[in-house]
């Protein structure tokens, strides 16, 4: 399963790790929201049927629109210093890419095609 693992969903998986190994190094617990958290998103990511989409809502649900955004790092900013900072920031940063690539990919401009052609089409997808 983890050969299967695209580079994405294992970086991301990576970023969710140091947040955790960060976390322990400045003295949270393993039971500590912050690192429970984490690790259910990890574990959940590592078992999801597709974990590209799975990640890609997941960000979306933490990052809903720019005010969403803004509040998280603020919050960040304002309860975590150092190492586990920037890696918040860095988890941070691959979700919003991962987010604006999705969303340019479907936002991608469609061909027109005349009636003609749209005919043709809809034949041979009716023959087929």
């Given at each position: 399963?983890?050969?299967?693992?695209?580079?994405?969903?294992?970086?991301?998986?990576?970023?969710?790790?140091?947040?955790?190994?960060?976390?322990?190094?400045?003295?949270?617990?393993?039971?500590?929201?912050?690192?429970?958290?984490?690790?259910?998103?990890?574990?959940?990511?590592?078992?999801?049927?597709?974990?590209?989409?799975?990640?890609?809502?997941?960000?979306?649900?933490?990052?809903?629109?720019?005010?969403?955004?803004?509040?998280?790092?603020?919050?960040?900013?304002?309860?975590?210093?150092?190492?586990?900072?920037?890696?918040?920031?860095?988890?941070?940063?691959?979700y919003?890419?991962?987010?604006?690539?999705?969303?340019?990919?479907?936002?991608?401009?469609?061909?027109?095609?005349?009636?003609?052609?749209a005919?043709?089409?809809?034949?041979?997808?009716?023959?087929?």
């Amino acid at each position: 399963m983890e050969s299967e693992r695209t580079n994405m969903v294992n970086e991301v998986i990576d970023a969710h790790k140091a947040i955790v190994k960060s976390a322990l190094c400045q003295g949270f617990d393993k039971t500590d929201y912050l690192v429970e958290i984490h690790i259910r998103f990890i574990k959940n990511f590592q078992s999801a049927d597709d974990p590209e989409n799975y990640i890609y809502c997941t960000g979306v649900m933490i990052f809903p629109d720019d005010e969403a955004i803004s509040k998280k790092y603020k919050y960040i900013r304002e309860n975590y210093h150092g190492d586990l900072l920037q890696r918040f920031e860095e988890l941070y940063t691959l979700y919003q890419n991962i987010i604006q690539e999705k969303e340019n990919k479907v936002r991608q401009p469609r061909r027109s095609v005349s009636d003609i052609e749209a005919d043709k089409i809809l034949e041979d997808l009716l023959t087929n």
